[in-house]
T-cell receptor, first 112, second 114 residues
C-alpha cells in the first residue's frame, strides 16, 4: 500500500513569517493529494488539494506544490497568523478503492 | 460543513465489552471510512465501504468489524474492546472519484476503554 511521510512533526514560526510542510509518497499511482487542518477537539478540515496533472495550486495565503517525479508535495502558508496554529495532515489517494493514506501530522504554532 | 454526524461523541467502556460507533451522512456519498487517530500515528484506516453491503479492510482492521445496510449509515463495532483501542475515531465520506474525490470528516468519537 501507499506510504506517506510528513515533516516536520512540529513547527514554530513568528506571525507574518512563512511555514512549509513537506510530504513524500511511495505509490506512483497516487493522483490526488489533499491537505487537512485539524483544530483541537475537531475533525480534520480540507483546506487545499492538488491533482497529479497540476504542479502548483494557490488559494489566498496557502499554496501546494507537487513534484511527481520525486514524489514530493508541500504546503506553503504565507503571512502566517495565530489562527493558522493547528495540526496539518497531508494525504495521498491512488483512486484505486478511493483509499486515503495520511501523513503523521505537523503541529504548527504561530507565535504572535 | 459536510453532513456527517458521529455518535456518540464520547464513550467510556470496560475491557471485553462490545461497542458500536455510528456514522450518519446526508450527502449521499458512495464511500465511507473509519479512521482512528493516535499520537504519533496520524490517521489510520480501519475499514471502508464503497457501497451498501460492500466493505473492505484497512491497515488496522484487527478487532473491528463494520456494516453498511443503508447508504447513509456506516457502523463500526469493536467486538471485545481492549485498552489498545482507546483512541479518537473519525468517520469520513467521499464521492465517486474524479471531481468528487474530496473526503470530508466528522467531528470524531473519543473512546476510552478501561
Amino acid at each position: 500500500g501507499e506510504n506517506v511521510e510528513q515533516h516536520p512533526s512540529t513547527l514554530s514560526v513568528q506571525e507574518g513569517d512563512s511555514a512549509v510542510i513537506k510530504c513524500t509518497y511511495s505509490d506512483s499511482a497516487s493522483n490526488y493529494f489533499p491537505w487537512y487542518k485539524q483544530e483541537l477537539g475537531k475533525g480534520p478540515q480540507l483546506i487545499i488539494d492538488i491533482r497529479s496533472n497540476v504542479g502548483e495550486k494557490k488559494d489566498q495565503r496557502i499554496a501546494v506544490t507537487l513534484n511527481k517525479t520525486a514524489k514530493h508535495f508541500s504546503l506553503h502558508i504565507t503571512e502566517t497568523q495565530p489562527e493558522d496554529s493547528a495540526v496539518y495532515f497531508c494525504a495521498a489517494n491512488a483512486n484505486t478503492g478511493n483509499q486515503f493514506y495520511f501523513g503523521t501530522g505537523t503541529s504548527l504554532t504561530v507565535i504572535p | 460543513d459536510a453532513g456527517i454526524t458521529q455518535s456518540p461523541r464520547h464513550k467510556v467502556t470496560e475491557t471485553g465489552t462490545p461497542v458500536t460507533l455510528r456514522c450518519h451522512q446526508t450527502e449521499n456519498h458512495r464511500y465511507m471510512y473509519w479512521y482512528r487517530q493516535d499520537p504519533g500515528h496520524g490517521l489510520r484506516l480501519i475499514h471502508y465501504s464503497y457501497g451498501v453491503k460492500d466493505t473492505d479492510k484497512g491497515e488496522v482492521s484487527d478487532g473491528y468489524s463494520v456494516s453498511r445496510s443503508k447508504t447513509e449509515d456506516f457502523l463500526l463495532t469493536l467486538e471485545s474492546a481492549t485498552s489498545s483501542q482507546t483512541s479518537v475515531y473519525f468517520c469520513a465520506i467521499s464521492g465517486d472519484g474524479g471531481s468528487y474525490t474530496e473526503a470530508f470528516f466528522g467531528q470524531g468519537t473519543r473512546l476510552t476503554v478501561v
